[in-house]
């Protein structure tokens, strides 16, 4: 492995800049990557506040520039409407649909780490078995791997687990329209988001170019509140589903969803106070929420682990 472009303490010197700094750097970034490929890039949208935000950096710097979103099928009806009225959007498809993914490969719940690691343990790999173990693949002990080890338990859950569906839902796809169209794609993923984004922006920056699949991210060391700062300083459109961007407790925060992606996904769910994105699903979606709960059979994943899907009440 070639050596990291950053330090965690860089990412966090980065973080800290002022807005007008971050708008700056990640326009170089964009300009450098859109040279780079002679204007052959695309936006990867997915019409949530972030990719809104990157989608107007790059068109205020090439108008012409296309976006590409993956229409999972599970996205909340208001960020399919936004989409919609976004101009030069191309809609790719999934390779497979969600209700097939889960019946042969699995349930996205705890984290993509988690799922993958216990579908490839139940098909025997060692790899996986170790580090839901707490050791290496040599069979030392990692401190690092005893973070799964608590999620052993979901080795006997009667039903089958996996990250199966993000791939092939969203990542699959926009690879497969980068190959067809010869564009390079550029991203709205944040290194705040997890350790895996935080890890790969070290490793190459914003702009990634020897990787397998090459992607600029021009957002890297941006945070939720820059994105929400910038949509407010603009007043570019977004989608309904956030509803207003207000200030409390000297944060900005959105009055609707806190954040959106596919309606349907466990990840990160046991993590979230009530009322959670599920809870409030029930609520503001009761026909979507029904049909994940119990055409798909979320609910019997999330009882579970334990963790709440129904509204919250008074009593």
């Not at 139940?122 to 069979?139: E, H, T, Y």
């Not at 709205?188 to 699949?213: D, P």
Request: charged content about 20%; overall charge positive; proline content about 6%.
């Amino acid at each position: 492995m070639s050596e990291a472009v950053y330090t965690k303490q860089d990412l966090m010197t980065m973080q800290a800049w002022p807005l007008e700094r971050k708008i700056r750097e990640s326009q170089a970034s964009i300009r450098e990557w859109y040279e780079h490929y002679g204007g052959k890039v695309f936006v990867s949208f997915s019409g949530g506040k972030d990719s809104t935000v990157l989608l107007d950096l790059v068109r205020g710097l090439y108008p012409d520039v296309p976006a590409a979103y993956a229409d999972t099928g599970m996205e909340y009806p208001e960020i399919q409407d936004f989409v919609r009225s976004v101009p030069n959007v191309e809609w790719v498809q999934p390779v497979m649909p969600f209700h097939q993914i889960i019946e042969q490969y699995g349930y996205p719940v705890i984290s993509k780490d988690v799922a993958k690691r216990i579908y490839y343990a139940r098909k025997g790999s060692r790899w996986a078995i170790n580090q839901l173990n707490g050791f290496n693949s040599d069979g030392s002990p990692s401190w690092y791997n005893q973070r799964y080890m608590k999620w052993r338990v979901l080795l006997d859950a009667p039903f089958l687990i996996s990250e199966y569906c993000c791939g092939a839902m969203k990542t699959r796809p926009l690879h497969k329209y980068a190959r067809q169209t010869g564009r390079a794609a550029i991203m709205g993923t944040m290194a705040c988001e997890s350790k895996r984004r935080e890890g790969a922006f070290l490793q190459t920056g914003c702009n990634a170019y020897h990787i397998k699949e090459p992607a600029c991210k021009p957002l890297s060391f941006w945070t939720e509140q820059d994105a929400l700062l910038y949509l407010r300083m603009t007043g570019i459109p977004y989608a309904s589903i956030y509803g207003e961007i207000v200030e409390r407790g000297g944060k900005l925060v959105t009055t609707g969803a806190q954040r959106t992606g596919c309606m349907f996904c466990m990840f990160g769910l046991h993590l979230e106070k009530q009322p959670n994105r599920f809870q409030r699903m029930a609520l503001t979606h009761p026909r979507q929420h029904d049909f994940c709960v119990n055409t798909l059979g979320c609910g019997k994943v999330l009882d579970y682990i334990g963790v709440p899907y129904q509204p919250l009440t008074d009593n």
